[in-house]
């Protein structure tokens, strides 16, 4: 049988590099539009997977050659351009050539510090945003920025390196049932956007099981755990705050006007996926109030614990003052002392005398409620 106590161990699984406001900006002082990459994930080579396909076919290939993207750009077909690994600057700098993106959206891509954003330009339609996915093998929550590049029969998904929450909608395309291969590209970007929102209830599900678990432990055994525990996940709540909150604007701002990236029917979907990101806001916030609720039960329970140790010994204490008294009274080296000359005078003197004082205290602190 598990024992419970041994998921304190689990109640600060977010692995997140936090930013450092101290150190300088590797993009500091340098002209809008310079490629730099300011993440610290780098993999052994940009993996660039493409998925081609229309009503009748799709085609699934891994592309070694960059050139060879060139000939996706074509409008009777929609296709998916999933890259993972950004540390190559020279990579991402042809990729962006190729398919006509802007350099502000490269630099963007490559900025994982970038605060989620949706931006409209001539030719394509940019979307930033947080992948949060919760490991269970590994027991974190893995963070990881994801660009959107839409284009009119192509979408460019950008991620700092291999995995991610996409399986489903490549399963939903394979099979080729429902709507994902009758629509457009502005569809499959709405999935993208749809699956990554839906993972964020997932992560948020497995933050509010920590949180039970600890008001289990605060209100069972608070001795059994720390004030740093409740502070490391309030922290990891912050955090995924700050990814989080931003989204709900990104889906509003595509919801909430007209663009020639989405159409209308696509649109009704992108506003179904604001009331989900609006719920998820909306438990993140719950969250935090419960958790803030066990910080203070969990401050009150040890100054409640702390006070029935101060009774206890202030009880003690005030039993022995007297009794303390008395005996140092009767050893002092008096030559005339009264029962000295009495062979049962401490039996019957002394110890009844301390019995009695004794007694009539304790009495007197049952009458006052005291104990």
């Given amino acids: 049988m598990n024992n419970p106590f041994n998921d304190l161990k689990k109640l600060n699984p977010i692995k997140y590099s936090p930013i450092s406001f101290s150190r300088k900006r590797p993009k500091t002082g340098l002209a809008p539009g310079s490629l730099i990459y300011t993440g610290k994930v780098h993999t052994d080579h ?13 085609d699934e ?22 890259i ?36 409209e330009f001539d030719e394509h339609l940019y979307i930033s945003l947080k992948m949060i996915n919760h490991l269970d093998n ?50 499959l970007a709405y999935m ?13 599900d497995q933050v509010w099981a920590r949180i039970e678990v600890l008001e289990n432990f605060v209100v069972r055994r ?34 909430s006007r007209s663009s020639s990236y989405f159409s209308d029917n696509t649109l009704m979907f992108i506003r179904d996926t604001y009331d989900h990101a609006v719920q998820v806001v909306e438990n993140l916030d719950t969250y935090r109030e419960i958790l803030t609720s066990v910080m203070d039960l969990y401050l009150s329970q040890l100054s409640i614990k702390m006070n029935e140790v101060m009774k206890v010994l202030t009880i003690i204490a005030t039993i022995f003052i007297p009794l303390t008294f008395i005996a140092g009274i009767y050893g002092m080296n008096f030559e005339h002392m009264p029962e000295l000359g009495w062979a049962i005078s401490y039996p019957v003197g002394f110890y009844s005398l301390i019995g009695v004082v004794t007694l009539v205290m304790i009495v007197y602190m049952k009458s006052r409620r005291w104990l």
């Fill in 61 to 82: 290939v891994d592309i070694e050659d960059v050139n060879d993207l060139q000939q996706y750009n074509k409008p009777n077909s929609v296709t998916w351009i999933n």
């Fill in 222 to 255: 608070p001795q059994r755990i720390q004030l740093k525990d409740i502070q490391l996940l309030r922290k990891d709540l912050i955090q995924l705050r700050r990814f989080m909150y931003p989204v709900r604007d990104v889906v509003h701002a595509l919801s």
């Fill in 84 to 119: 993972q690994g950004l540390h190559d600057v020279d990579i991402i700098s042809k990729i962006g050539e190729m398919m006509g993106l802007h350099p502000l959206t490269l630099e963007d891509i490559l900025d994982t510090n970038q605060r989620p954003k949706v931006e």
């Fill in 192 to 204: 993208l956007l749809d699956i990554i929102i839906d993972y964020y209830y997932e992560t948020l």
């Fill in 138 to 187: 590994l027991n974190k929550i893995d963070i990881e920025q994801v660009s959107l590049v839409i284009h009119e029969n192509f979408v460019i998904c950008f991620q700092e390196k291999p995995g991610d929450v996409f399986n489903d909608i490549r399963s939903r395309l394979k099979n080729g049932k429902g709507r994902a291969r009758k629509r457009g590209a502005d569809y």
């Fill in 46 to 58: 940009v993996n660039i997977h493409v998925i081609d396909y229309t009503d009748e076919r799709i």
